[in-house]
């Protein structure tokens, strides 16, 4: 059989043959899976997280506050909103916690801010 006649097949089962092509082939699957490692890791770090919250009154503020504390949250401020057409309150905790289970948490929050009669306005990753 001469190389003209050889198979395709017959092709890529020497390149896996060849030394060199393997030890290429492991160095780009070891640097990929290093990679995904890397981001598995980030995705699964514990970070700080930030949730803010809008209420219209001081006392739901502070309910909300003390509910949130005993979840877990540091409880980082409650401050009156600057803003002239919108009287109230923002609260902002600080969660230590996966920026997977955050995402997973949103849900959660929002039911609970309408317990209070708030407003969640999302959470934020603090990049230090």
């Given at each position: ?5 050889e ?23 070891a ?12 995705v ?11 209420l ?33 309150f ?21 039911v609970?801010?309408q317990?209070?009669?708030a ?10």
């Amino acid at each position: 059989m001469d190389d003209k006649s050889e198979t395709k097949e017959n092709k890529e089962f020497k390149a896996n043959k060849d030394p060199k092509a393997s030890k290429d082939s492991k160095e780009k699957k070891a640097k990929k899976t290093k990679e995904i490692s890397s981001k598995a890791e980030h995705v699964e770090a514990i970070e700080e997280i930030e949730h803010t919250f809008f209420l219209e009154n001081m006392d739901n503020a502070q309910a909300l506050s003390e509910e949130l504390t005993v979840m877990g949250h540091q409880v980082k401020s409650i401050e009156k909103t600057d803003d002239e057409e919108q009287d109230g309150f923002y609260v902002e905790t600080i969660e230590k916690t996966t920026l997977a289970r955050a995402a997973l948490n949103a849900a959660n929050l929002e039911v609970l801010a309408q317990e209070f009669d708030a407003v969640y306005d999302g959470w934020a990753h603090i990049i230090k």
